[in-house]
T-cell receptor, first 111, second 114 residues
């Protein structure tokens, strides 16, 4: 079972920041937070991951709370192409780690 | 670099038949994972292969099987197809299977069972 909970959907205006929340209250010390997204009919795409520090790359920023029980994915300037299902996943780094997908959050970017 | 290649893209089969799907991972990646995606159940993990060995398995019946070749290419097979097997089948390529190093997914094979 997925270890995260996300609201089912949200929307934002094109050009504005999209802040996607995720709760992972049972996260363990060695578990990372990963974000993937899936644009309609394509395979999921890796976005970013982090352990406890905030992370930023060319696609997004990941803000993890100090207690690590929740996180927020930030798309700084959403475009119509960012409309997708976004999955927040918690997983360890062991050899048997695998991505367990929940239902994700559907982000709709409106013009 | 070339991405993950899944073939075929689309497939229509009849109940009771069997099907084989193929996945070619990114060069240098030794792990291939398979997922089934349906509207009702979402993305579900089928199994993972690493260096030709199944290392991890999801909760699917024995009709679902797979293998991996020495060049890391993988195939999955579904025997005695049922209508409920209609789904998008995705494979994910990774360096060694650890989520930390990232998974790259293919575009999937859309299987329709009639």
């Amino acid at each position: 079972d997925a270890k995260t909970t996300q609201p089912p959907s949200m929307d934002c205006a094109e050009g504005r920041a999209a802040n996607l929340p995720c709760n992972h209250s049972t996260i363990s010390g060695n578990e990372y937070v990963y974000w993937y997204r899936q644009i309609h009919s394509q395979g999921p795409q890796y976005i970013i991951h982090g352990l406890k520090n905030n992370e930023t790359n060319e696609m997004a920023s990941l803000i993890i709370t100090e207690d690590r029980k929740s996180s927020t994915l930030i798309l700084p300037h959403a475009t119509l192409r960012d409309t997708a299902v976004y999955y927040c996943i918690v997983e360890s780094t062991g050899a048997n780690s695998k991505l367990t997908f929940g239902k994700g959050i559907t982000l709709s970017v409106r013009p | 670099k070339a991405g993950v290649t899944q073939t075929p893209r689309y497939l229509i089969k009849t109940r009771g038949q069997q099907v084989t799907l193929s996945c070619s991972p990114i060069s240098g990646h030794r792990s291939v994972s398979w997922y089934q995606q349906t509207p009702g159940q979402g993305l579900q993990f089928l199994f993972e292969y690493f260096s030709e060995t199944q290392r991890n398995k999801g909760n699917f019946p024995g009709r679902f099987s797979g293998r991996q070749f020495s060049n890391s290419r993988s195939e999955m097979n579904v025997s005695t197809l049922e209508l409920g097997d209609s789904a998008l089948y995705l494979c994910a390529s990774s360096l060694n299977g650890q989520a930390f190093y990232g998974y790259t997914f293919g575009s999937g094979t859309r299987l329709t069972v009639v």
